[in-house]
């Protein structure tokens, strides 16, 4: 809150609530744009159609929680973790691997293997340029309280702005 107070030039405590909420719907977007956790998330759940060596849709990955499947008889069993491993390559691109063989999973469900995870960062962790990218649209949120600007000239987005900031760190299998 200081920190966004400071970048908005705001000096009372008359605008808190709204800028807690701005903060979080600013958190919210750079997260969805980028495919990355930059909180800590436990338990965070995705599930696979079978045993594939796949990317995950969020990153980065701290821990495999469990991996839960349903077998051919349709009871929901966990996969023992001398069968996986993960790699956590880019922040933005985790793998997760599956050594062979493995069991059969039931045919009648479309997403039998659920996959429970730890993902993100504290925010210390954070590159400088996602802080950066957040005030940008932190401050935008803040100025811009209508959804239409009436009597301006359009203008071109900056070229060194929220998205060139966030390109280097986003997760294009999210995408």
Not at 54 to 75: A, C, E, H, M, W
Not at 117 to 124: D, I, T
Not at 157 to 170: C, M, Q, T, W
Request: hydrophobic share 40%; proline share 6%; with cysteine.
């Amino acid at each position: 809150m200081a920190d966004a107070k400071t970048w908005l030039r705001v000096d009372s405590d008359d605008e808190d609530a709204l800028i807690t909420s701005l903060i979080n719907v600013s958190v919210g977007a750079v997260q969805s744009y980028i495919g990355r956790a930059m909180v800590t998330i436990t338990d965070f759940e995705f599930y696979l159609p079978d045993f594939i060596n796949t990317n995950l849709p969020v990153g980065p990955l701290t821990s495999i929680r469990s991996i839960k499947y349903f077998d051919q008889g349709n009871v929901e069993k966990t996969l023992d973790s001398s069968l996986y491993w993960f790699e956590a390559g880019s922040p933005t691109q985790p793998k997760i691997f599956f050594k062979q063989p493995l069991p059969s999973v039931y045919d009648y469900r479309a997403q039998p293997v659920t996959i429970t995870c730890n993902v993100g960062v504290k925010a210390s962790g954070l590159p400088h340029a996602i802080k950066h990218a957040v005030r940008l649209l932190l401050s935008q949120y803040y100025d811009q309280r209508e959804n239409f600007i009436v009597g301006t000239v359009v203008s071109k987005e900056l070229p060194n702005g929220i998205k060139a900031l966030l390109s280097p760190y986003r997760n294009v299998y999210f995408v």
